[in-house]
């Protein structure tokens, strides 16, 4: 019985696979390349393997962690062999046998993740984001089982840097904790941003498509709701370390 | 280089993931513009080289462009990189930084075109010149002779565009993009956006520039339906295994997408290129249930297509039909310029045949029209043209037959779904037609002569498409399964070669009747869930007069077989409705649940144990079908349908320890409509849609009252109007069907 640990890249198109999907995916592809996980015992066996936080729909990471066991060899180039059925936008960048007296599983092992933030619109970004920081509680509305209440977030928040400071646009890293029931999505995190300081903004939105003609058709959708996301900047949110019980990137 | 190639070069050298999608998002453009200017007939000036642009350059620049942008002197180092593979490319990335474009517009080259895309690009989107030059100085504001050179460039680049415009007749951003739509704004705003993505293991993007035949074949319902669905995957895999066409996909876009596609004013797009559906050559729906026919309308209506056959003009798609509800193409004949009647293997690589000849024809400058390619298209067997049928006279239309099963195309790499769909398993078709006439059955008529694919055949393709999907469970296709000749070994065979590879086997359209004891345990190792069973009617003389060769000993016998076996929950099926059905058949279908219940009471009497046994009595409702020798039968009213359920419902439960679950008798109504309706109901589907009808499958967006409004608004009658010997039917000319009478 072999452990494997594979890090991975999620960008382009698939940043709108969902954390299920990303996983069915990886355990066709690694049937698909001889590299079969193994299946725990009993009446609904279920392959063994994990990863190692996952990633909200619509964020891109280049430190994504995936776990499994398997069985047999993992053969020649396990690396080239995955990234050549990996669809566009999934790309192994490390494939190792996990180091003896590393957590049995990483998921467990996880405290921190790291995102770079593009904040795009007003002059004084940097100021704002220093400021936001600087607030002793953040509320933000958590919806659970449809009940609303209110969770201070700025305790998740544990550390931040501006990276790039370009006129109207800032690039900021942030950490927030993450794993075991303490994670804070870095979706909420932009949403509490945004919330505080309305005149930051995404500039995902614009210029969708031009040039058809207006549309000739009207009809009812009846009870039709779109995501209220329309204004987050998803798109550019980045992952770009998970971080151990130790203050240090997985592996 | 391609494309795939150079990414391949990015990830070699380790370019960093944003310079990556940057590269590839100014080689689209550029490439793009290339093409869109050799379309239109630039031949480079003499003194610049003369001849067309070297498309290959403008793409090995483009997406090579940035390689060493993490370093110092990217321009140079990358340079470097790239001239041993494209020399002519690696000049481009020299000078790519500093390159002042040409006073006179006619003498740009393959480097200005490169730099034109890479000046219009954020990131990896198109955002426009003036957007990006406002980045640079905002960027460079402290760096004054950056600032000069922006400026100085500015005024030749934006006359540049001018004349691209001017030159090729459209707009500069639907020449960058392709006229691809944008489709990232509207995927932050919709539920499971893995819907629209497109890019799954198995899918094929070929190059949209290429001399082919575009199809963009169309499912009217949602990606995780559609995709479940073999005849796509056949019909994709065939059109794209062809050098001379291209097949992309679309399914109907969920109501929020469809929103969204509304207020972003952006047209229904193809999941590979993201092209507007509109700009392909034919669009090609299948029509697999009558209730997806709303949502037919629907996709046309945001794709900005024409509705209807008679107001398209010679830009517009063709736009086409197949599959089983061509048994009656009438209620839809209006909207589809063509129908493709039987199986669709043959005709269409016809049809794409005449297209391409038509096209050719068209670009060469010759004298046609949309009506020659369908005059042209109606002499292929099963091809059936609405707007050439002359009323009454229209001469039969034959059903297309693929008459070698073994040897026709069956995709050896069938696109995996990205989101978890109907069934997620690898499937190969193992028999067309039926050697059963179930007489209310429009599949078993539509295809009637039996076809079968060989044991060896079956197990190589199962084999080859495990080794290029990674699923874990397969499945045999075929009308009715059971009555494969040598199933049995088939079976065994196929569980013993997949358990090691921890691959399941799933058999749907068995009929429990035909299956010995020893298959019967096979199964019952891996799966114990439950098994079913369809006597479709109550009594012994009304499944004689469907055909349904079952008998009640048959059902006794499984059940006698199978508890001991360890299966548990059963479920019968049947219908009601019927044609002769009186109330003695539905006391029947009562009476066999009741028989069933104390038939394993007794069995465990016998063997000294108490079986678990759990019934489902499921009903639906009988919609007479075109094509099936009971097209004639009247097809029963909602209300009467409804009291057979309430009196069926009572009875069962009276019988104690049987579930009962039957079909909306509303939906069952409108089926039965649209199936047996004529030319009218076009009219009454599109007032349906228009005032919110879709996904008419889905309980939860179905209305009737909006169908019931429907119908009154465009004056045609909510009842079958086709019934009795001397009916004249809309669809007599469609072949089957007809010939059959009750006894016959």
Same mark, same amino acid.
């Given at each position: ?251 | ?249 679309? /399914?109907?876009? !969920?109501?929020?997408?469809?929103? %969204?596609?509304? $207020?972003?004013? +952006? =047209?229904? #797009?193809? &999941? ?45 798609? /063709?736009?086409? !039909?197949?599959?089983?509800?061509? %048994?009656?193409? $009438?209620?839809? +004949? =209006?909207? #589809?310029? &063509? ?60 059903? +297309?037959?693929?008459?070698? &099963? ?60 495990? +080794? ?277």
């Amino acid at each position: 019985m072999k452990r494997c640990l594979v890090e991975f890249t999620k960008t382009g198109s698939l940043i709108y696979l969902s954390h299920l999907d990303l996983t069915r995916l990886f355990l066709r592809v690694l049937r698909m390349t001889e590299l079969r996980p193994s299946y725990s015992q009993g009446f609904n066996p279920h392959p063994k393997m994990s990863l190692a936080l996952p990633l909200p729909l619509g964020v891109h990471s280049v430190c994504e962690w995936l776990e499994f066991e398997t069985e047999g060899d993992t053969g020649d180039d396990p690396l080239a062999r995955l990234n050549a059925r990996f669809p566009e936008g999934v790309h192994a960048t490390r494939f190792l046998e996990k180091p003896a007296g590393y957590p049995k599983s990483l998921a467990s092992y996880v405290d921190a993740a790291s995102y770079e933030i593009l904040i795009e619109g007003v002059e004084d970004a940097p100021k704002k984001f220093e400021e936001f920081f600087a607030l002793p509680r953040i509320p933000l509305l958590k919806e659970r089982k449809g009940r609303a209440s209110e969770v201070d977030i700025r305790p998740q928040m544990l550390d931040h840097r501006i990276v790039k400071d370009m006129p109207g646009r800032l690039l900021a890293s942030v950490t927030l904790s993450a794993g075991a029931g303490n994670t804070l999505n870095p979706l909420r995190f932009t949403e509490a941003l945004l919330r505080t300081y309305p005149d930051l903004q995404s500039k995902s939105m614009e210029g969708a498509t031009r040039g058809f003609p207006k549309s000739p058709i009207l009809w009812n959708l009846p009870g039709t709701q779109l995501c209220p996301k329309a204004a987050s900047p998803a798109r550019m949110v980045t992952r770009t370390a998970i971080l151990g019980a130790d203050g240090n990137p997985l592996l | 280089m391609t494309r795939e190639d150079c990414l391949k070069i990015l990830e070699a050298y380790g370019a960093p993931e944003h310079v990556k999608r940057h590269c590839l998002g100014v080689g689209d453009a550029a490439r793009e513009i290339g093409f869109a200017l050799s379309e239109a007939g630039f031949r480079k000036a003499a003194d610049v080289g003369g001849g067309p642009l070297d498309t290959d350059v403008i793409m090995t620049a483009g997406y090579l462009h940035d390689i060493a942008r993490a370093g110092k002197d990217h321009d140079l180092v990358g340079a470097e990189i790239v001239t041993p593979i494209d020399a002519a490319a690696g000049d481009v990335v020299a000078r790519h930084m500093k390159l002042i474009f040409p006073e006179d517009p006619a003498r740009i080259t393959e480097a200005d075109i490169v730099s034109l895309a890479d000046r219009t690009v954020r990131e990896d989107h198109y955002v426009g010149y003036e957007a990006r030059m406002a980045d640079l100085l905002r960027r460079y504001a402290d760096q004054p002779e950056v600032v000069a050179r922006v400026h100085k460039n500015m005024d030749l680049a934006l006359r540049l565009i001018a004349w691209i415009e001017d030159f090729c007749g459209r707009d500069f951003q639907q020449i960058a993009t392709g006229g691809a739509v944008r489709i990232e704004p509207l995927l932050e705003r919709v539920e499971r956006p893995g819907r629209y993505i497109g890019g799954e293991i198995g899918s094929v993007r070929k190059d949209w520039h290429a001399d082919a035949v575009r199809f963009c074949f169309a499912f009217p319902d949602l990606y995780e339906i559609g995709m479940s669905y073999t005849g796509f995957q056949i019909l994709y895999g065939l059109l794209n295994a062809q050098p001379g066409a291209l097949c992309e996909r679309v /399914f109907a876009p !969920a109501q929020d997408m469809e929103k %969204a596609l509304l $207020e972003g004013d +952006a =047209p229904l #797009f193809s &999941l590979e290129s993201r092209q507007p559906v509109r700009v392909f050559d034919v669009i090609g729906f299948t029509l697999q249930y009558e209730l997806s026919y709303t949502n037919v309308v629907r996709m046309l209506l945001l794709a900005r297509v024409p509705l209807y056959t008679s107001m398209r003009g010679e830009a517009d798609p /063709f736009v086409i !039909a197949g599959g089983p509800c061509c %048994a009656n193409p $009438e209620p839809m +004949a =209006p909207f #589809f310029d &063509l129908f493709c009647v039987g199986d669709g293997e043959d005709t269409l690589l016809a049809l794409c045949e005449k297209l391409r000849l038509w096209k050719a024809e068209k670009a060469a400058g010759g004298n046609v029209v949309r009506a020659d390619f369908l005059k042209a298209a109606a002499e292929i067997e099963g091809v059936y043209v609405p707007s050439l049928a002359d009323a009454g006279k229209q001469p039969v239309v034959r059903r +297309a037959v693929v008459e070698d &099963l073994e040897n026709a195309f069956f995709p050896a790499r069938p696109v995996v779904p990205h989101i978890e769909s109907v069934h997620d398993r690898a499937a190969v078709e193992i028999m067309r037609g039926c050697y059963r006439s179930c007489r209310f059955c429009q599949a078993g008529f539509a295809c009637a002569k039996v076809r079968r694919r060989s044991p060896e055949k079956i197990k190589a393709l199962l084999k080859e498409a495990l +080794a290029n999907t990674g699923y874990d469970e397969v499945s045999l296709l075929s009308l009715s399964t059971g009555d494969y000749p040598g199933i049995e070994r088939l079976v065994t065979d196929l569980m013993q070669e997949l358990a090691p590879m921890d691959v399941s086997l799933s058999l749907p359209s068995l009929r429990l009747d035909s299956l010995k004891a020893e298959t019967l345990e096979k199964i019952a190792e891996y799966k114990r869930t439950s098994l079913t069973f369809a006597p479709e009617a109550g009594t012994q003389r009304l499944r004689d007069v469907l055909h349904k060769q079952i008998t009640e000993e048959d059902l006794m016998r499984v059940l006698e077989i199978a508890l001991p076996l360890g299966f548990q929950k059963f479920k019968f099926y049947f219908m009601i409705g019927l044609p002769t059905e009186t109330q003695e058949d539905l006391d029947g279908i009562a009476g066999l649940a009741c028989a069933a219940i104390a038939k394993a009471k007794a069995l465990g009497a016998e063997h000294g144990v108490k079986y678990n046994f759990h019934l489902t009595v499921s009903v639906s409702n009988f919609v007479p079908k075109p094509g099936t020798p009971f097209e004639r039968e009247r097809g029963c009213g909602e209300a009467e349908l409804l009291e057979k359920i309430y009196y069926l419902k009572e009875a069962v439960r009276r019988a104690k320890g049987a579930n009962f679950r039957y079909h909306d008798t509303r939906m069952s109504h409108i089926e039965m409509l649209l199936a047996k309706g004529d030319r009218s109901a076009a009219a009454v589907i599109e007032r349906a849609a228009r005032d919110g009808a879709g996904f008419d499958s889905w309980r939860e967006y179905f209305d009737y009252e909006n169908w019931l409004r429907a119908f009154e608004a465009c004056g045609v009658p909510a009842e079958d109007r086709y019934t009795g010997l001397d009916a004249a039917l809309p669809w007599a000319f469609i072949e089957g069907g007809k010939e059959y009478g009750r006894e016959g």
